[in-house]
C-alpha cells in the first residue's frame, strides 16, 4: 500500500501524535517514524505537516519541549505529553471511537 | 491556564522573533541530519543520504514557512514584516516616495477639502428633531414662478392639508431693535403660531408664545436668540426687566432660545406675526411657509395633495388668485438651491484632479516596476505564495496612500479655511463646515479604495512579468514595454480629463468676462451705501414725520465735506434684503367712480391697522381692477429721492426727476422705467397717465408718470432689467422701512462714513445704520461666480501640471528604455531629426487623441454647469479650441524635453550601454 496516498482526516494527525507521545519523549523524527510504526506503515507523516502540527499543539499547551541528545548524539528537541495532552487524548480517542462505530454502522447499514 | 499559555506564546512569537526563529532553523536542521544518520545507517552513501534526506524534508526554507504560517498571531505578525519591507522598499527610493505620496496628497487633499463643504452646506441633517419631515413651501403661479403666499391661501391650505401636522408663516426682516444696550441692526423673525412647533425647538429659559401672545392687538413679546441673550441681555436668568424697542414699540422678552437656533435668515429676535393684521388678498405674497409633514407622509405624496388643494381653490376664486399649484420642497435643499450646482461641480472637478493624480502614480509605479520584477520573483522561487505577495504590494500601497491621506487632509484643513474666506457670504450654513468624523471617513474610504487598487494593480503586473524576470537580464525591456503602453494609455486618460478641467475654467471664466461687460444701467463708482432699518410708516400720523427725517438727512449729508450727491431708494439694486414688487394698474382718472373716490380719500388718511372696513373695501377694489389683463401689468415699486437717478447715474430719457412741487398733497407722481413704457405704451406717449400701485403702501391715489428714466438691473447683474414703477419719498413714504441712502464722493470714504454716522446720531440715535460701497456690494453679487471660477481654476491649472509630469514622465522612460535602439539606428545612419520626429510622433498621437476624447468627454462636465454660465453654451467652441491649444501645446513641450535627448545619444556609449 502506499503510504503517501492515504490522507489524513482532519484532526486524526493531533491525535496520532499525542498517541505516540504516550510511549514516552521523542523528537519530530521519532514521532514521525513512531506513527509509520503504529499504523503499520499506513501514514508516513512528512515533516511539512508534522513541524506545524507539533508546533501548533506546543501552543496549545498540550506538549512541551525541551532540547536534548539524541541517540546518534545529536542535539534533537524532544516533545513530551503535558496533563492538558492527556486529557486532550482522551477527549480525541472517545470522539473518534464514535466516528469510526458510526461510520461503520453507515457502511453496513443496507 | 490555556489562556496564559497562549498569551505567552503570542507575545513571544511577536516579540522575540529572534530566538523562536533560531529555535525552529535548529530543530529543522537536527531533524535533516538525523534523516541523513539514518539513510546512512540504513546503507547509502553519505552524499546519497544527504540527497534523499533533503528530497524528503521538502526544502528547509519551505518547512519553517509552513510552521511560521501556523504559528499564533502569525497575522500580525506578517503584518508587521510586510510594514517594516515595505518602508524599507520605499526609503530606497526617496525621490519616488515623495513624489508619489505628494501626488496622492494634492488629489485627496483637493477632495477632502471640497468635500467637507459639500457635506457641512448641503448633506448634513438640519439641527432640528427629525429634519426630513421639515418642508418650504410656495405658491405656484400657472406660468411655473414660484412665490410667498397670500394669507388666505396659507389659511385655506393649513385647515385642509392632512399631510402636514404644522404649517406656519414666517418672515425675517432686519429692524433697529434697542435692548439693553444701544439700537442694533438685528433679524428680526416674524412668526405665525405653529412655527416652533414645526421646527421642533423650544425655549432654554422662560416660555414661548401662547395663544394669548398670539393675537392681534395682544401685548407684545418676543423670544430671543441664545447669543443676543448673552451679549446684549446680561445673560440674565430673570426675564421680567427684560423689554426690546422695536418699531416704537414695547416688547416684553418672555424666553431665550437654545444656542445654534437662528432660523429664518440669521435672526436673533422672534415677534408673533399675529400682532400684524392679516391681508385678505389671494394675490399679496407676503410670507414664507414652513411645515412639518405628519408620520407616514413624504414629500412627493404632500405635493399631490396640495396641489389638489390648490387646483380647488384656483377653481374656486378663479382671476382673483394667482396660485395654481405649492411647490413643496425638504428644507435643507431649499436652503442650499442656489449654490448646490457650484458645489456639485467642484466636488466632480477635485474627483477628476484625484483621477489625474492617481494616473501619475501608477506611471511612478510602473517606471519602477522593472527594478522590482527580479526582486518579486526571487521571492516567489523562495516559497513565497501568491497570496503573500499581494498582500505585500498591498502593504506598500497602503503606506504610501495612508500617508498621502494624513498630508492631505492636513491640507484640507488648511484648504478649508480658505474656502470658507473666500465663500464666506455666498455659502449658507458655513458654521457646520469642518473636516469632522465624517469628512474623516470619506478620505479614509477612498484613500482605501486607491491603496486596494493600486495595490492589486501592482501584484497582478508583478506576478505577471514575475513568470519570466528570472530567465535573462534582457527580458528588462520588452517586460516594460507592455507597462509603457499601459502608461500610455494613462496619460491618454489625464489628457482627456484635463482638458474637461480646462474647458470648464475656461467656460466659467468667460462668464464672468461676459457679466462684467453688461452695462447695469448704473455706475458705481465713488458711491458710499448707507442701509437705515425704520419703523413702519404705514399710518396717517407717522408720514409727515418720516418724510421730514428722510428730506433733513438728506440735506444734512449733504452738507458734509466732499460729498457731492445724495440720493436715497427703498429698493437697492443688487442688494440681498427686502424687494417689493406687485401689480399695477393703468386707470383713467376720468372714469372713476364717485364710490372708488371715496374709498382714495379713505386710504389716504386712514390706518389700515385701525380700520378693518378699509381693508375689506379695498382688496374688493384691487379684485376688480387687476381683472381686466389688458390695464394690468406686474413692475418693482421703490421709493426714491430725485438725488437717486443723479448719484447713480441712472439716466433720465423723458419728462422730469421729481422736484419740491411733488409736495404731500400735490397730485402724486412716479417716474417708470425705459422697459416699462415700452412694454405698455409701445408707441404712445406714458407722460401723463396714471397709474394704480396702491397695493403696497395701501395708498390709493392714483400716480400720475412725469418722467422715464433708463432701466436697471435690480435683482441681479445676470438678470434682464425688470419694469420698474418709482414713486417720491415725500408723497409714498410709508414703504420706506428699508431706506437706503447713497453719497457721491471723490473724497476719503472712511472720513464720509464716519461725518455721515455722526449725522445720522444727531437726528436720530435709535437708527443704527450700515456702511458699505455700491462697487464692493457689485462685486458682492458676483461672489458665486468668483468662487467657482477660482476654485475649477486652481483644479484645472493643477490637472495641467499633473498632465504635464505624467507625459513628460512616460516619454523619458521611452527614452530611457530605447536609448540603445535610439543608437543602433543612428548609427545605421538615422540623423537626429528622425529620432526627434519618432518620440515627438508618439507624444503627438496620444496628445491628440487625448485632447480629442477630452473635447467630447467635456460635454459631461459642462453640461452640469449650465446654470452657472452666463452668454456662453457649454459647447462654446472658441474655449474648446482655446484650451484644446494649450493643452496641446504643453503637452508636446513635455514630449519635445526627452526627445531632443534621444537625439543627444552617443551611438557608442547606447551600444555599450547594460
Request: hydrophobic residues 45%; positive net charge.
Amino acid at each position: 500500500m502506499n503510504s503517501a496516498s492515504t490522507t489524513l482526516l482532519q484532526g486524526t494527525l493531533d491525535l496520532l501524535i499525542l498517541k505516540s507521545l504516550v510511549a514516552g519523549d521523542m523528537h519530530g523524527l521519532g514521532v514521525s517514524r513512531r506513527i509509520r510504526q503504529i499504523t503499520g506503515g499506513t501514514f508516513d507523516v512528512k515533516p511539512g505537516s508534522l513541524f506545524p502540527a507539533l508546533h501548533r499543539m506546543e501552543e496549545e499547551g498540550w506538549i512541551s519541549s525541551s532540547w536534548g541528545g539524541s541517540e546518534n548524539n545529536r542535539r534533537a528537541k524532544y516533545y513530551r505529553l503535558t496533563k492538558p495532552g492527556r486529557k486532550q487524548l482522551e477527549l480525541e480517542t472517545k470522539r473518534w471511537g464514535r466516528i469510526s462505530w458510526a461510520i461503520a454502522q453507515a457502511l453496513e447499514a443496507s | 491556564m490555556a489562556l496564559f499559555v497562549k498569551a505567552r506564546t503570542f507575545l513571544r512569537n511577536l516579540f522575540w522573533t529572534q530566538s523562536v526563529e533560531t529555535d525552529l532553523d535548529q530543530e529543522v536542521r537536527s531533524h535533516l541530519e538525523m534523516l541523513t544518520d539514518e539513510k546512512i545507517r540504513a546503507g547509502m552513501s553519505p552524499q546519497e543520504a544527504q540527497r534523499t534526506a533533503r528530497i524528503e524534508l521538502g526544502g528547509i526554507e519551505q518547512v519553517k514557512e509552513q510552521v511560521r504560517e501556523q504559528r499564533l498571531g502569525n497575522y500580525l505578525h506578517a503584518v508587521l514584516s510586510d510594514c517594516r519591507y515595505g518602508l524599507r522598499q520605499l526609503r530606497k527610493n526617496p525621490a519616488f516616495t515623495a513624489v508619489t505620496i505628494l501626488t496622492l496628497a494634492l488629489g485627496i487633499g483637493a477632495t477632502t477639502a471640497i468635500f467637507s463643504v459639500v457635506y457641512g452646506v448641503l448633506l448634513r441633517p438640519l439641527p432640528y428633531p427629525k429634519p426630513n419631515q421639515i418642508v418650504r413651501l410656495w405658491e405656484v403661479s400657472s406660468e411655473g414662478t414660484r412665490m410667498s403666499f397670500a394669507d388666505p391661501n396659507f389659511g385655506d391650505v393649513r385647515s385642509q392639508a392632512r399631510s402636514l401636522q404644522g404649517l406656519a408663516e414666517y418672515g425675517a426682516w432686519l429692524q433697529s431693535v434697542s435692548g439693553g444696550s444701544g439700537p442694533t441692526r438685528t433679524m428680526t423673525g416674524t412668526v405665525s403660531r405653529d412655527f416652533f412647533s414645526v421646527m421642533g425647538v423650544q425655549p432654554l429659559l422662560g416660555r414661548g408664545f401662547t395663544g394669548e401672545d398670539q393675537r392681534f392687538g395682544a401685548a407684545p413679546t418676543a423670544l430671543v436668540s441664545y447669543g443676543y441673550w448673552r451679549q446684549y441681555l446680561g445673560a440674565a436668568e430673570e426675564l421680567s426687566a427684560a423689554h426690546l424697542k422695536i418699531d416704537n414699540k414695547s416688547f416684553s422678552v418672555i424666553g431665550v432660545l437654545p444656542p445654534g437656533f437662528r432660523f429664518p435668515d440669521g435672526a436673533d429676535v422672534w415677534i408673533p406675526r399675529e400682532l400684524l393684521p392679516i391681508l385678505p388678498s389671494r394675490t399679496a405674497h407676503n410670507w414664507d411657509v414652513v411645515g412639518r409633514l405628519r408620520d407616514g407622509f413624504t414629500v412627493g405624496t404632500s405635493r399631490a395633495e396640495l396641489s389638489a388643494i390648490a387646483t380647488q381653490l384656483q377653481h374656486q376664486y378663479g382671476a382673483d388668485i394667482q396660485l395654481a399649484t405649492v411647490a413643496v420642497e425638504p428644507m435643507r435643499e431649499a436652503m442650499t438651491g442656489s449654490v448646490r450646482p457650484a458645489l456639485v461641480l467642484l466636488l466632480i472637478a477635485s474627483g477628476f484632479l484625484l483621477l489625474i493624480a492617481c494616473a501619475n502614480v501608477v506611471n511612478l509605479m510602473l517606471a519602477q516596476a522593472a527594478t522590482r520584477e527580479r526582486e518579486v520573483a526571487i521571492r516567489a522561487a523562495l516559497g513565497a505564495e501568491p497570496g503573500r505577495l499581494v498582500r505585500q504590494f498591498l502593504t506598500e500601497a497602503l503606506i504610501l496612500a495612508l500617508s498621502g491621506c494624513a498630508l492631505g487632509v492636513l491640507t484640507a484643513a488648511w484648504g478649508v479655511d480658505a474656502l470658507l474666506r473666500i465663500g464666506s457670504t455666498m455659502l449658507p450654513r458655513l458654521e457646520g463646515v469642518a473636516i469632522n468624523f465624517i469628512v474623516l471617513s470619506f478620505s479614509l474610504g477612498i484613500t482605501l479604495i486607491l491603496a486596494a487598487g493600486l495595490g492589486v494593480f501592482n501584484a497582478l503586473r508583478a506576478s505577471w512579468n514575475a513568470r519570466n524576470a528570472l530567465h535573462a537580464a534582457s527580458q528588462k525591456q520588452t517586460g516594460s514595454l507592455r507597462g509603457h503602453r499601459l502608461g500610455q494609455l494613462l496619460v491618454l486618460g489625464q489628457l482627456a480629463t484635463t482638458l474637461a478641467l480646462l474647458a470648464g475654467a475656461g467656460l466659467l471664466g468667460r462668464s464672468l468676462l461676459r457679466v462684467l461687460s453688461v452695462d447695469p444701467g448704473f455706475r458705481t463708482e465713488r458711491v458710499i451705501t448707507m442701509d437705515l432699518a425704520l419703523p413702519a410708516a404705514f399710518d396717517g400720523p407717522d408720514k409727515g414725520p418720516r418724510v421730514q427725517f428722510l428730506s433733513e438727512l438728506m440735506t444734512r449729508l449733504r452738507r458734509i465735506p466732499g460729498v457731492e450727491e445724495v440720493g436715497g431708494s427703498s429698493a437697492m439694486p443688487l442688494s440681498t434684503g427686502v424687494t417689493s414688487d406687485g401689480s399695477y394698474a393703468v386707470m383713467n382718472p376720468r372714469q372713476i367712480s364717485p364710490r372708488v373716490r371715496d374709498l382714495i380719500r379713505r386710504s389716504a388718511e386712514g390706518s389700515l391697522d385701525s380700520d378693518p372696513a378699509l381693508l375689506k373695501d379695498m382688496g374688493a377694489f384691487f379684485n376688480e381692477i387687476f381683472r381686466n389683463p389688458a390695464n394690468t401689468g406686474e413692475a418693482d415699486y421703490a421709493v426714491v429721492s430725485e438725488g437717486y437717478f443723479r448719484t447713480l447715474r441712472i439716466p433720465l430719457l423723458r419728462g422730469r426727476l421729481f422736484d419740491d412741487r411733488d409736495s404731500f398733497d400735490a397730485p402724486h407722481v412716479a417716474l417708470i422705467s425705459s422697459s416699462l413704457a415700452k412694454e405698455r405704451w409701445p408707441n404712445g406717449d406714458p407722460l401723463g397717465r396714471s397709474l394704480e400701485f396702491g397695493n403696497i403702501d395701501g395708498d390709493l391715489r392714483l400716480l400720475t408718470v412725469v418722467g422715464v428714466v433708463g432701466d436697471v438691473r435690480e435683482k441681479s447683474v445676470e438678470a434682464p432689467p425688470r419694469p420698474t414703477i418709482y414713486v417720491n419719498y415725500r408723497q409714498r413714504p410709508q414703504a420706506t422701512r428699508h431706506f437706503t441712502v447713497v453719497l457721491q464722493t471723490g473724497a476719503d470714504i472712511r472720513s464720509v462714513t464716519l461725518g455721515a454716522r455722526e449725522t445720522l446720531r444727531e437726528l436720530d440715535a435709535s437708527v443704527p445704520p450700515h456702511f458699505s460701497t455700491l462697487p464692493q456690494i457689485f462685486s458682492a453679487a458676483l461672489e458665486t461666480r468668483r468662487f467657482s471660477l477660482i476654485l475649477v481654476g486652481i483644479f484645472a491649472g493643477t490637472a495641467l501640471l499633473l498632465a504635464t509630469a505624467g507625459i513628460y514622465g512616460v516619454t523619458a522612460y521611452s527614452v530611457a528604455c530605447r536609448t540603445r535602439e535610439f543608437g543602433i539606428r543612428m548609427a545605421l545612419g538615422a540623423t537626429a531629426n528622425e529620432v526627434l520626429l519618432l518620440v515627438l510622433g508618439v507624444g503627438a498621437l496620444t496628445t491628440m487623441v487625448g485632447v480629442a476624447i477630452g473635447i467630447a468627454g467635456s460635454f459631461a462636465l459642462t453640461r452640469t454647469m449650465q446654470s452657472l454660465l452666463f452668454d456662453v453654451s457649454p459647447g462654446d467652441p472658441i474655449t474648446l479650441v482655446c484650451v484644446a491649444v494649450l493643452l496641446a501645446g504643453v503637452s508636446l513641450m513635455a514630449c519635445w524635453i526627452p526627445a531632443r535627448r534621444a537625439t543627444l545619444v552617443d551611438p557608442m556609449i547606447a551600444l555599450r550601454y547594460e
